[in-house]
T-cell receptor
Framework: DTEVTQTPKHLVMGMTNKKSLKCEQH?????MYWYKQKAKKPPELMFVYSYEKLSINESVPSRFSPECPNSSLLNLHLHALQPEDSALYLC?????WGLGGYTFGSGTRLTVV | DAKTTQPNSMESNEEEPVHLPCNHSTISGTDYIHWYRQLPSQGPEYVIHGLTSNVNNRMASLAIAEDRKSSTLILHRATLRDAAVYYCILRDVGSGNTGKLIFGQGTTLQVKP
């Protein structure tokens, strides 16, 4: 298995909702990442997990809450989002932090209404 | 994070080679040069990476200048499926550094039939 799987592919949520994005990989990678991508812009790094511990938070607002329950799973919990948070959310993994190439998922297209 | 400079866009004809340039004049000794591409409606895809020597894989070749201040991604025979945004990224894996993958604006490659 050489893929990163993200679910759901599309999500529409209200500003008072709570939802979660899920990311899964079975490549034995020990580093996992969340990126946010607005239309026609490059991906922006949000969080880095290394060996299931949060290593980097790029000053992301607390309405985004990451979680890494085990080495194969990465979640992004969403609460009280704003319309400007609408974007493509990408998950990626790599063998370890700092080495090798990243494998990206296809992303979750999030719309906040 | 060391920066890269790429042309905003390039055009190529199908079945011809494509040379995508990248300038990184402030590169440090521990910066790896990574290339990713992003096809429409997909997550970024790892293409190739290198440190000092030229690198080849099944997707492309990476030519690195002797002073490492520039590099060129070479697609040997462009196809319509190669139309994408190509990102050249410096990734610092030196001691104490995070090895973050930070995307710049990239080059949008159009391939004409």
């Amino acid at each position: 298995d050489t893929e990163v799987t993200q679910t759901p592919k599309h999500l529409v949520m209200g500003m008072t909702n709570k939802k979660s994005l899920k990311c899964e990989q079975h490549m034995g990678h020990r580093a996992m990442y969340w990126y946010k991508q607005k239309a026609k812009k490059p991906p922006e790094l949000m969080f880095v997990y290394s060996y299931e511990k949060l290593s980097i938070n790029e000053s992301v607002p607390s309405r985004f809450s990451p979680e890494c329950p085990n080495s194969s799973l990465l979640n992004l919990h969403l609460h009280a989002l704003q319309p400007e948070d609408s974007a493509l959310y990408l998950c990626a993994s790599s063998q370890s932090w700092g080495l090798g190439g990243y494998t990206f998922g296809s992303g979750t297209r999030l719309t906040v209404v | 994070d060391a920066k890269t400079t790429q042309p905003n866009s390039m055009e190529s004809n199908e079945e011809e080679p494509v040379h995508l340039p990248c300038n990184h004049s402030t590169i440090s000794g521990t910066d790896y040069i990574h290339w990713y591409r992003q096809l429409p409606s997909q997550g970024p895809e790892y293409v190739i990476h290198g440190l000092t020597s030229n690198v080849n894989n099944r997707m492309a070749s990476l030519a690195i200048a002797e002073d490492r201040k520039s590099s060129t991604l070479i697609l040997h025979r462009a196809t319509l499926r190669d139309a994408a945004v190509y990102y050249c990224i410096l990734r610092d894996v030196g001691s104490g550094n995070t090895g973050k993958l930070i995307f710049g604006q990239g080059t949008t490659l159009q391939v004409k039939p």
